[in-house]
């Protein structure tokens, strides 16, 4: 019985060591992720995301873009977006990617111009949801530190016709850390 018993703990011990070796192999294999978005910040706005890695080529992640300043002519007050990531690179969840992505967006209404162009009144804001695709790139180094640029593309569903445009437009230079 003892020797039994000995056998299965030398076992597991040489099962643990080679598990941890196999997720110590590959530094770039962390699920979690976040970002700032760097260009953000010319517009008036901040913009953060948070991403879950589901393996090595897909994750699932959200995305926040808020307004702070009202002065610039940003005609986006917010949006919240869910996004999902298939990854076409080598290292984990890395490299040229391309994503579909579902916003709940706050836009200003339509504007409208007085007689003598030089005042208008304004909508109140209109509430929407967009869908959409995007393309980008990612860099993870062994460090956990990220770089990514992005571009992505939506249209308004339901009430595109009370706003000046009828499009979402998310792009970005980020950087963040993955943990």
Known sequence: MKKTFLLVIILFAFYSVKAQNETDANPYQKNNEIRLNLIAPLSGAVEVNFERHLNKNSSLGISAFFVYDDKKEEDMNYFISPY???YFGKKYASGFFVEGF?????????????????????NKDVYD??????LGYKLVTKKGF???????????LFNADKTDHD?????????????
């Open 102 to 122: 579902g916003a709940f967006t706050s836009i200003d209404g339509k504007k409208i111009y007085a007689a003598d162009n030089l005042t208008f009144t304004e």
């Open 146 to 156: 990220v770089f990514e640029a992005n571009a992505g593309y939506g249209k308004l």
């Open 129 to 134: 949801v967009a869908l959409g695709a995007g």
């Open 167 to 179: 499009v979402v437009a998310k792009y970005g230079l980020s950087i963040g850390y993955r943990f």
């Open 84 to 86: 999902y990531r298939y």
